[in-house]
């Protein structure tokens, strides 16, 4: 059976075949720069490493982009407390958003594409969108005019009169109460950008636009992002994008992770109900969180509970030494047949995950696998684990366990 993946936009699963034969391009919505990031981040960018790491694993080549905001009105309000220019505050955290994304082992991505890079870019999209009549100036800005976009509300299946209701600012200038700003007006004295249609700064919605087409192009694979964003930035993208080039879909496949809660709450900066990477990973481990958040599908919404991840601890001691008594016998011996209870493992993990990565399930045949290996002799495991390291080698690795050397037994 084919990779099978749950498409928001049809609400359906579709069979995945990307629109160049062999090669994927994910762009996933990065996080705002002005704090540390927070385990609901983890679960998201975890989430998409494992996807990018199964795709190369079916042979493709993966170009994987999450962008920095490091262009956003909290970035300005952090600097002013902090005392610091709001480049100073960009650059501290966007640098420690990497650092903690390594260490939770994300090292699947290929670009981590700064906002505030692509100006020409945001600029010329905003022109082009006034030239063709899809955006108009009001006192405040531009704003995207949503009724010259007929499929808007399409990916979030919202009608006309659904999204009427929305309660959003009410903006006497704004032709629409869904239209959304493409540029903000801001005095000389504020931190902006010059532009032909005077200063100010870019809306948050064309910032990824500009990354995503002046990498991508007019059409890609995977957009992902957590299910938060579908409405109204998601919405806003494909109206942008599909305005700017007239050219359908922006984007094959959009794939959305659940959220994550604390005592029934949406972890969020915004609300301080967070625990950041950093304060995670003085407690557990890089490996015991991955397995934790893999451990329930993505697409369904999560409740932070520390029981629940601390009985996790066992079997991910399991996996540990399933990978270090392969490990042993990896130089031993090179290409002969893998063992069949290898092999069997081997179907079971790609069917699992070929069903819309159901990463449970595929944990569940790593650990059923592990088990028998762990409590077996030396000598059956010689036996069995004999010409099967590469295959348990790309099975393991597509889960994204940070290897130790401490696993060789
Ligand atoms: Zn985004």
């Given amino acids: 059976m084919p990779l099978e993946v749950y498409n928001t936009y049809s609400r359906r699963l579709e069979v995945f075949t990307p629109i160049t034969e062999g090669m994927v391009k994910m762009f996933v919505c990065g996080p705002t720069v ?22 190369k694993q079916l042979g493709y080549k993966v170009l994987f982009i999450i962008n920095i905001t490091d262009i956003d009105d909290k970035i300005f309000e952090k600097s002013k407390k902090e005392g610091k220019s709001w480049k100073e505050v960009a650059a501290k955290y966007t640098e420690a958003c990497i650092e903690d994304l390594k260490r939770l082992g994300v090292d699947t991505v290929t670009l981590f ?14 022109q082009a969108l006034l030239e063709k009549d899809y955006a108009y100036k009001t006192s ?44 903000r007006n801001v005095a000389e004295s504020e931190e902006g950008y010059d532009s032909p249609f005077g200063r100010g700064r870019p809306g948050w919605h064309i910032e990824d636009t500009a990354i995503s087409i002046t990498h991508f192009g007019y059409s890609y694979d995977v957009h992902g992002g957590a299910v938060e964003l579908i409405y109204p930035h998601h919405e806003a ?48 481990s890089s490996n015991l969180l991955r397995i934790y958040f893999l451990s329930t599908k993505y697409r369904r ?27 042993k016998f990896a130089s031993k011996y090179e290409d002969g047949e893998v063992n069949s209870k290898i092999k069997i493992l081997a179907r ?14 595929a944990i569940k045949a790593i650990l059923d696998t592990a088990d028998y ?21 790309s099975i393991l690795s597509t889960i994204g366990l940070v290897v130790d050397n401490s696993w060789r037994l």
Avoid at 115 to 126: D, E, H
Avoid at 248 to 257: D, S
Avoid at 308 to 325: D, Q, T, Y
Avoid at 348 to 361: E, L
């Fill in 34 to 55: 002005y704090d540390y990031l927070h385990l609901g981040h983890a679960r998201t960018y975890i989430f998409y490493d494992v996807v990018a790491r199964y795709l």
């Fill in 113 to 126: 594409a700064k906002a505030s890079a692509y100006l020409p870019q945001m600029i010329q999209q905003i």
């Fill in 140 to 183: 405040k800005g531009i704003f995207f005019d949503t009724s010259k976009f007929s499929a808007f509300g399409a990916l979030s299946h919202q009608s006309r009169a659904e999204l009427a209701l929305r309660k959003i600012d009410l903006d006497p200038e704004k032709k629409n109460p869904a239209d959304f700003l493409l540029w």
């Fill in 237 to 284: 993208e494909i109206a942008q994008a599909e305005a700017y080039t007239g050219h359908t879909p922006f984007v094959k496949y959009w794939i959305h992770t659940g959220l994550l809660k604390v005592g029934g709450e949406k972890m969020a900066k915004s609300t301080g109900n967070y625990i950041t990477i950093r304060d995670a990973l003085e407690k557990y």
């Fill in 301 to 327: 919404s999560m409740v932070f509970n520390q029981d629940e991840l601390l009985k996790l601890r066992s079997r991910v001691k399991s996996i540990e030494k399933f990978w270090g008594r392969c490990c």
């Fill in 348 to 361: 079971r993990f790609a069917s699992h995950m070929n069903q819309d990565f159901n990463t449970p399930a």
């Fill in 373 to 393: 290996i762990n409590t077996a002799t030396v000598a059956e495991v010689e036996n069995l684990l004999k010409n099967s390291y590469k295959t348990v080698a």
